[in-house]
């Protein structure tokens, strides 16, 4: 009884953490778009608003030694989050700030598993390079997988037909995971495109950040015990009008239907508003050499203490 309840126990804190790297991407997104607003970033900026849960539990399926390739930057900013990477200098570094400006912040370096720079060259964040990393894992045979991040109309391109052909024929570690936004001009079924490029083809919820990790877990299982490549298609939207299909409100409703009180959440979400509140406080401050000032810390909710 004791082993299941301690079971029980460490299974909602996975819930609550993922909930908690939702949030605080998704503060993330809002907050580039308000500095966007403010002229801060020149470049527009895409919001993953609605696609938070493929970022997320992709990045938290990962295991110590796998890496991550990506040209998606909501892709990398989750795998920051996973990896408790100070989100400050990622935010200073999308607003040109410079960061030698006199006082002391942890490098933005991935110490731990899937090492990923913001500035690093397209070609170093593709598919390509994802087989090349697969392939020099395939010869250490240390069991380290390469997951690559791509979005649905990449799947069609001559280049990526390359790159399948690659891993299939050399059965390399590597996890494809396709954000399927609904939006590619060719859409293929998972029986054709199986047929097409050679690997098992899983389609899963998008929304649903418990299924994506549980999906990449397993394929990253696989890739390990050299069984091959997978690509896994994950059925996700992107747009402003979520509604229904939040990732956000989807994981908020399972915890509460699994005991979880509103005030618990609440203080959840609280946290995360106060990571990114001192994330963007750290940016703005860069631009002008200046240490950040000390962000307040949000109200509790009476009901959370």
């Not at 500095?35 to 900026?45: F, H, K, S, T, Y």
């Not at 490098?107 to 090492?115: N, T, V």
Request: proline share 4%; charged share 25%.
């Amino acid at each position: 009884m004791t082993c299941t309840t301690e079971r029980s126990a460490e299974v909602m804190s996975d819930q609550l953490e993922l909930y908690r790297r939702m949030w605080v991407l998704r503060l993330v997104d809002m907050a580039l778009q308000d500095l966007r607003i403010d002229g801060l970033i020149e470049d527009p900026v895409q919001a993953a608003f609605g696609q938070e849960a493929v970022a997320i539990g992709t990045t938290a399926a990962m295991r110590s030694g796998d890496a991550l390739t990506t040209t998606i930057p909501h892709i990398v900013q989750a795998n920051e989050i996973a990896l408790g990477l100070p989100l400050g200098p990622s935010i200073a570094e999308m607003i040109g700030a410079d960061l030698d400006c006199g006082f002391e912040e942890t490098p933005r370096e991935a110490k731990g598993s899937g090492e990923l720079w913001f500035s690093a060259s397209a070609l170093q964040r593709s598919a390509l390079r994802a087989v090349g990393q697969a392939y020099a894992n395939w010869l250490h045979e240390e069991g380290r997988v390469t997951v690559c991040v791509i979005g649905e109309h990449e799947v069609d391109s001559a280049d990526f037909a390359e790159v399948v052909n690659a891993a299939v024929l050399w059965r390399l570690p590597v996890v494809f995971v396709v954000e399927n936004t609904r939006l590619a001009r060719i859409t293929w079924t998972d029986r054709v495109l199986h047929e097409r490029i050679g690997m098992p083809v899983l389609s899963i919820d998008g929304n649903d950040v418990e299924a994506v990790r549980d999906v990449v877990a397993e394929a990253l299982q696989r890739a390990s015990a050299d069984q091959g490549p997978t690509l896994i298609r994950t059925i996700t939207n992107r747009t402003n009008d979520v509604d229904k299909v939040d990732p956000l409100v989807f994981a908020r409703q399972q915890l509460i239907d699994a005991g979880v009180s509103g005030s618990h959440l609440y203080e959840v979400e609280r946290r995360a508003r106060y990571l990114v509140a001192e994330a963007e406080a750290f940016a703005k401050a860069t631009l002008v050499g200046q240490a950040p000032e000390s962000v307040r810390q949000p109200e509790a909710w009476p009901a959370a203490s």
